[in-house]
């Protein structure tokens, strides 16, 4: 059976993130049967990591505030997560749903597939999106 998602419901939650205004600063994606939905949503980033269990997969809209001392700015991450005990047909197949998720997640700074929970890290991911970021006008030395 195909894979479908609820784009309405979905592009709620996300737009719940994009909300500057807004305390959630994540969503996930889940799977009900075979439609994707909105999952748990959240105000801290270590909230959402207690998600990621060995036996799931799930999509996460993230918003990370980045800069330096000149601006601050918020930075959304598209995250895959597939657990290690996910089977190999469900991981194969998380790929091509991934399509129906960035149907309705269009703005992101940079995109995780992360199946070790070590690349979960919150510092790991602000400094991808710094990377992602361009210039840097911070007077410190990396």
Do not use: H
């Not at 205004?21 to 909105?38: C, H, L, R």
């Amino acid at each position: 059976m195909a894979t479908r998602i609820d784009k309405e419901a979905c592009r709620a939650a996300y737009n719940l993130v994009r909300d500057d205004g807004s305390a959630v600063i994540w969503v996930t994606f889940k799977y009900d049967g075979a439609t994707i939905v909105p999952g748990d949503q959240g105000a801290e980033y270590q909230d959402f990591i207690q998600q990621c269990t060995d036996d799931v997969r799930l999509f996460a809209f993230v918003r990370f505030t980045t800069g330096d001392a000149m601006s601050k700015r918020s930075k959304f991450a598209l995250i895959t997560w597939i657990g290690e005990n996910v089977s190999g047909l469900q991981r194969a197949k998380t790929g091509t749903d991934k399509t129906l998720v960035k149907e309705v997640v269009q703005n992101f700074a940079k995109e995780f597939v992360i199946s070790d929970r070590k690349e979960l890290e919150e510092d790991f991911i602000k400094s991808e999106l710094k990377k992602a970021g361009g210039a840097n006008y911070d007077a410190q030395t990396e």
